[in-house]
């Protein structure tokens, strides 16, 4: 089984809806990150939770909002989508500060807005 | 957010070595990452260099820093086609925020 699963992996949605991308982890990490890769722009950050009780805007995070339900578990939300958003979308955990650590990535949810 | 530089495209026959570059803008950068992304799939680690090293090799992996430039570089040796993929460098600062370059395609030709 994989370490950071994301679901779903593809999904169609129309301009307007709201859509939620689901992200749960088996490593134990406290920190997870919401990405998006759009090509020639490499992974641009969304958000970030060191723990339950702390989430970060990233870079992009305007039309964007997350939930940390749990430790193992971190969504992303669309909450009116618009095909700029059409993307493929990324959950990654690391383990704590301080930590030789590196940075565990799901498989990607592909998101096409229409 | 920090930024993270490569060349979008490499290509290199079967057999070459290939080097892949980039530059970054974070003095105070703890480690620096490279992963590999292959079509459909999430990004891997391949390796990883501590911002206070200027060299480390991996079996045909060799990453070299030199932070007077802010230049890091992965050079893969008997390159395969199985080395196909993009190329992500990255850094991570003190707070385990990690910031991506653009990505390297590495086309090897048979």
């Known amino acids: 089984d994989a370490d950071v699963t994301q679901t779903p992996r593809n999904r169609i949605t129309k301009t307007g809806k709201r859509i939620m991308l689901e992200c749960s982890q088996t490593k134990g990490h406290d920190r997870m990150y919401w990405y998006r890769q759009d090509p020639g722009l490499g992974l641009r950050l969304i958000y970030y939770s060191f723990d339950v009780k702390d989430i970060n805007k990233g870079e992009i995070s305007d039309g964007y909002s997350v939930s940390r339900q749990a430790q193992a578990k971190f969504s992303l939300s669309l909450e009116s989508a618009i095909p700029n958003q059409t993307a493929l979308y990324f959950c990654?955990?690391?383990?704590?500060?301080?930590?030789?650590?590196?940075?565990?990535f799901g498989q990607g949810t592909r998101l096409t807005v229409v | 957010g920090e930024d993270v530089e490569q060349s979008l495209f490499l290509s290199v026959r079967e057999g070459d070595s290939s080097v892949i570059n980039c530059t970054y803008t974070d003095s105070s950068s703890t480690y620096l990452y490279w992963y590999k992304q292959e079509p459909g799939a999430g990004l891997q680690l391949l390796t990883y260099?501590?911002?206070?090293?200027d060299m480390k090799q991996d079996q045909r992996l060799t990453v070299l820093l030199n932070k007077k430039d802010k230049h890091l570089s992965l050079r893969i040796a008997d390159t395969q086609t199985g080395d196909s993929a993009i190329y992500f460098c990255a850094e991570g600062d003190n707070f385990n925020k990690f910031y991506f370059g653009s990505g390297t395609k590495l086309n090897v030709k048979p």
């Open positions: 990654a955990t690391s383990g704590s500060r301080g930590m030789n650590t590196e940075a565990f």
């Open positions: 260099i501590f911002s206070n090293m």
